[in-house]
């Protein structure tokens, strides 16, 4: 699903700074994978490129078969759109939209008609048990709320894959647990995940543990979440 | 592209911001309300100046006899040079002219019952009517007949017909017989002042006053020409003219005087040169007013697009192609100026309509010798739909830099923009 060769990625500030210095990964369909790291290592920085938030400058990145280099704008939107879902630890919600028009906007974007979409968007809602919060803004929803929300509005357009940064950041361990469990219960339905973390607790609810240390993929644990004690696991 | 959906999120933005949309706004209207303002007002003027020109038709030149200044072949300086028959010849022969009238004038006394005054007295065409303009208001000009049986009728301006009335208690003069300089003409019509305010005119059958003061000197001379329709052509011919009246008259053809020779086509253009003149002014200046208006909108959708950084990256990263949010914002800052700048054209409309009905009711401005000033100061639906394009233009412009500019940000950039 996601192949990645030899990835380089350097931002030029005032000090050229070579983040990612030649990653090789490979995530299959369904894969439930993490990836762990001091702050520096790059991870936020490859879960960008990943999602075509931003571009890289050397290797090849395959995303579903597609090969990802030099896009346009335009084609850039279309793929996040198609393929991938987003979920954020800050959770951007848009915060003069309530919760349904939140989670209903990716469709509008598809340029799905507003019925069709307000009623998929509702039917997200519901199956994360938020039915009777969609009037409500973003800021009269809690953390947890909130995260179910964006994880609503990722899942809303049947993506391929969904790219979480830090999901739980923000969040107690008691709404964090719930959350993975979601995120979990998620990626039993075959859909592809990867998720940015820098708490183990996080990374060992999933099957592949990917430690990036300065720009490099320093080891890929295998790992089996149904082992762990999920509650203690976390924090 | 342009739904409901895509509406609803322009106007949730502008009401988001109401305070900061209203003051932008102001700025807008109040731009345009002084591009009508001062458009309607050049406009006043012109019409104004061109009413009382609006008449005469365009074609005509008049020749005033003049004092020599140059001694020429032996005459002195300070010559007066009188037309005469010879000079009504040499026109007639020329081209260009169309058809030469030559006006007698004459002062003269008008006794009507008990009431005398005094009068100009002039012996023109039936062509006199259409080269000054003159306004019939009751009855009739002369006409040909008058001319064949040189007819006594006489035309009185409306400044004596009403004196004439008020005084006899008379209610109307057209067919009444009066007196000039111990003649009997029968009134056969009333016309306006003539575009110099002059009162006190009467005018009778050029042939007419022929026979009666056998009169071969003319002070005033006027005629129609054709085929003269630049401003060149023109001066050509006026400066031809003026050589041929020279060799006639025997001055010198570099006197600046002599005669005086007035192109009513020439002055016309020059005025509407002055017009268009002050009317590129005024758009200049409504469009410098109407610039620092857009500046506003301008500076104005910056900073909202820079508080949206967030969100636009947002809608980026859930797949909003550029082109989405470049309209949005454009069209944000287009619904601000179109709506502002409405409301601007409107009261500005408005307040110009109010100003001219308020002038038409009490006569319009004038300087005082019946010659108006200022005459229907309103824009016409041409400058309407110009502005409106201005609007458009604007609108579009004050929005596009800054839209541009979020377009280009990167999508993780703008999300983690703080």
Same mark, same amino acid.
């Given at each position: 699903?996601?192949?990645?060769?030899?990835?380089?990625?350097?931002?030029?500030?005032?000090?050229?700074?070579?983040?990612?210095?030649?990653?090789?990964?490979?995530?299959?369909?369904?894969?439930?994978?993490?990836?762990?790291?001091?702050?520096?290592?790059?991870?936020?920085?490859?879960?960008?490129?990943?999602?075509?938030?931003?571009?890289?400058?050397?290797?090849?990145?395959?995303?579903?078969?597609?090969?990802?280099?030099?896009?346009?704008?335009?084609?850039?939107?279309?793929?996040?759109?198609?393929?991938?879902?987003?979920?954020?630890?800050?959770?951007?919600?848009?915060?003069?939209?309530?919760?349904?028009?939140?989670?209903?906007?990716?469709?509008?974007?598809?340029?799905?008609?507003?019925?069709?979409?307000?009623?998929?968007?509702?039917?997200?809602?519901?199956?994360?048990?938020?039915?009777?919060?969609?009037?409500?803004?973003?800021?009269?929803?809690?953390?947890?709320?909130?995260?179910?929300?964006?994880?609503?509005?990722?899942?809303?357009?049947?993506?391929?894959?969904?790219?979480?940064?830090?999901?739980?950041?923000?969040?107690?361990?008691?709404?964090?647990?719930?959350?993975?469990?979601?995120?979990?219960?998620?990626?039993?339905?075959?859909?592809?995940?990867?998720?940015?973390?820098?708490?183990?607790?996080?990374?060992?609810?999933?099957?592949?543990?990917?430690?990036?240390?300065?720009?490099?993929?320093?080891?890929?644990?295998?790992?089996?979440?149904?082992?762990?004690?999920?509650?203690?696991?976390?924090? | 592209?342009?739904?409901?959906?895509?509406?609803?999120?322009?106007?949730?933005?502008?009401?988001?911001?109401?305070?900061?949309?209203?003051?932008?706004?102001?700025?807008?209207?109040?731009?345009?309300?002084?591009?009508?303002?001062?458009?309607?007002?050049?406009?006043?003027?012109?019409?104004?100046?061109?009413?009382?020109?609006?008449?005469?038709?365009?074609?005509?030149?008049?020749?005033?006899?003049?004092?020599?200044?140059?001694?020429?072949?032996?005459?002195?300086?300070?010559?007066?040079?009188?037309?005469?028959?010879?000079?009504?010849?040499?026109?007639?022969?020329?081209?260009?002219?169309?058809?030469?009238?030559?006006?007698?004038?004459?002062?003269?006394?008008?006794?009507?019952?008990?009431?005398?005054?005094?009068?100009?007295?002039?012996?023109?065409?039936?062509?006199?009517?259409?080269?000054?303009?003159?306004?019939?208001?009751?009855?009739?000009?002369?006409?040909?007949?008058?001319?064949?049986?040189?007819?006594?009728?006489?035309?009185?301006?409306?400044?004596?017909?009403?004196?004439?009335?008020?005084?006899?208690?008379?209610?109307?003069?057209?067919?009444?017989?009066?007196?000039?300089?111990?003649?009997?003409?029968?009134?056969?019509?009333?016309?306006?002042?003539?575009?110099?305010?002059?009162?006190?005119?009467?005018?009778?059958?050029?042939?007419?006053?022929?026979?009666?003061?056998?009169?071969?000197?003319?002070?005033?001379?006027?005629?129609?020409?054709?085929?003269?329709?630049?401003?060149?052509?023109?001066?050509?011919?006026?400066?031809?003219?003026?050589?041929?009246?020279?060799?006639?008259?025997?001055?010198?053809?570099?006197?600046?005087?002599?005669?005086?020779?007035?192109?009513?086509?020439?002055?016309?253009?020059?005025?509407?040169?002055? *017009?268009?003149?002050?009317?590129?002014? $005024?758009? @200049?200046?409504?469009? /410098?007013? %109407?610039?620092?208006? !857009?500046? &506003? +909108?301008?500076?104005?959708?910056?900073?909202?697009?820079?508080?949206?950084?967030?969100?636009?990256?947002?809608?980026?990263?859930?797949?909003?192609?550029?082109?989405?949010?470049?309209?949005?914002?454009?069209?944000?800052?287009?619904?601000?100026?179109?709506?502002?700048?409405?409301?601007?054209?409107?009261?500005?409309?408005?307040?110009?309509?109010?100003?001219?009905?308020?002038?038409?009711?009490?006569?319009?401005?004038?300087?005082?010798?019946?010659?108006?000033? *200022?005459?229907?100061?309103?824009?016409? $639906?041409? @400058?309407?739909?110009? /502005?409106? %394009?201005?609007?458009? !233009?604007? &609108? +579009?412009?004050?929005?596009?830099?800054?839209?541009?500019?979020?377009?280009?940000?990167?999508?993780?950039?703008?999300?983690?923009?703080?």
């Amino acid at each position: 699903m996601i192949k990645l060769e030899n990835i380089h990625k350097t931002y030029f500030g005032a000090q050229p700074l070579h983040v990612l210095k030649g990653i090789n990964l490979n995530v299959e369909e369904g894969e439930m994978v993490s990836i762990m790291g001091a702050s520096g290592s790059g991870k936020s920085t490859l879960l960008n490129i990943v999602g075509i938030l931003d571009n890289y400058d050397d290797g090849d990145y395959h995303l579903a078969g597609h090969m990802v280099k030099d896009l346009s704008e335009n084609q850039a939107a279309e793929f996040r759109n198609k393929y991938i879902g987003f979920i954020f630890q800050s959770f951007n919600l848009i915060p003069f939209k309530t919760a349904l028009e939140n989670v209903a906007l990716p469709l509008f974007y598809q340029g799905v008609g507003r019925k069709k979409r307000n009623a998929l968007a509702m039917e997200y809602l519901d199956r994360f048990g938020l039915k009777d919060w969609a009037d409500h803004y973003p800021n009269e929803l809690s953390g947890g709320q909130k995260q179910r929300v964006s994880i609503a509005r990722a899942l809303v357009t049947s993506p391929k894959i969904i790219l979480a940064d830090e999901p739980t950041g923000a969040l107690d361990s008691k709404t964090s647990a719930e959350v993975m469990q979601i995120l979990r219960d998620v990626n039993a339905t075959g859909i592809t995940m990867v998720i940015v973390t820098h708490e183990r607790g996080i990374a060992n609810l999933t099957r592949k543990i990917v430690h990036l240390k300065d720009g490099l993929i320093e080891s890929i644990e295998e790992n089996d979440p149904d082992k762990m004690d999920f509650t203690k696991e976390i924090k | 592209m342009f739904n409901r959906d895509f509406w609803s999120e322009i106007f949730m933005a502008l009401r988001r911001n109401k305070l900061r949309t209203v003051l932008t706004g102001f700025a807008i209207s109040w731009g345009i309300f002084m591009l009508i303002i001062l458009l309607s007002a050049g406009n006043g003027l012109k019409n104004g100046v061109t009413s009382n020109f609006a008449d005469r038709i365009k074609n005509t030149y008049t020749i005033w006899s003049s004092v020599t200044e140059l001694p020429y072949k032996g005459h002195k300086a300070g010559r007066y040079i009188m037309m005469t028959n010879k000079d009504i010849q040499l026109l007639e022969s020329l081209y260009q002219v169309e058809e030469v009238s030559p006006v007698i004038s004459k002062w003269g006394t008008l006794i009507f019952g008990e009431k005398s005054r005094s009068i100009g007295f002039n012996g023109v065409k039936p062509i006199y009517k259409n080269i000054e303009g003159i306004k019939v208001s009751e009855g009739r000009f002369i006409n040909e007949n008058d001319m064949k049986t040189k007819a006594k009728v006489v035309l009185i301006d409306q400044d004596t017909n009403d004196e004439l009335l008020r005084t006899t208690g008379e209610m109307t003069m057209i067919g009444k017989t009066v007196f000039i300089n111990g003649l009997s003409f029968t009134v056969v019509g009333v016309c306006k002042a003539n575009m110099w305010g002059e009162r006190g005119l009467a005018y009778a059958p050029y042939t007419t006053m022929q026979t009666i003061y056998n009169e071969n000197k003319y002070y005033q001379m006027e005629f129609t020409t054709k085929g003269l329709d630049t401003k060149e052509e023109n001066e050509a011919f006026k400066a031809e003219l003026k050589r041929k009246l020279a060799a006639l008259h025997e001055f010198s053809p570099d006197d600046r005087r002599g005669v005086w020779i007035d192109s009513q086509m020439i002055d016309s253009l020059e005025t509407m040169k002055i *017009f268009n003149t002050i009317n590129i002014f $005024i758009w @200049i200046i409504g469009i /410098a007013m %109407l610039i620092s208006g !857009v500046v &506003g +909108v301008s500076n104005i959708m910056r900073i909202t697009v820079k508080e949206r950084t967030n969100e636009i990256g947002i809608r980026k990263a859930l797949g909003a192609k550029p082109r989405s949010i470049l309209l949005s914002i454009v069209m944000e800052s287009l619904v601000i100026t179109t709506i502002f700048g409405y409301i601007g054209m409107i009261c500005g409309i408005g307040v110009t309509e109010l100003i001219g009905m308020a002038m038409e009711s009490s006569g319009g401005l004038s300087n005082g010798n019946g010659m108006s000033v *200022f005459v229907d100061p309103t824009v016409d $639906i041409g @400058i309407v739909i110009s /502005a409106t %394009l201005v609007l458009i !233009v604007s &609108g +579009v412009a004050a929005g596009f830099a800054p839209a541009w500019n979020s377009v280009k940000v990167k999508p993780i950039e703008a999300m983690n923009y703080r």
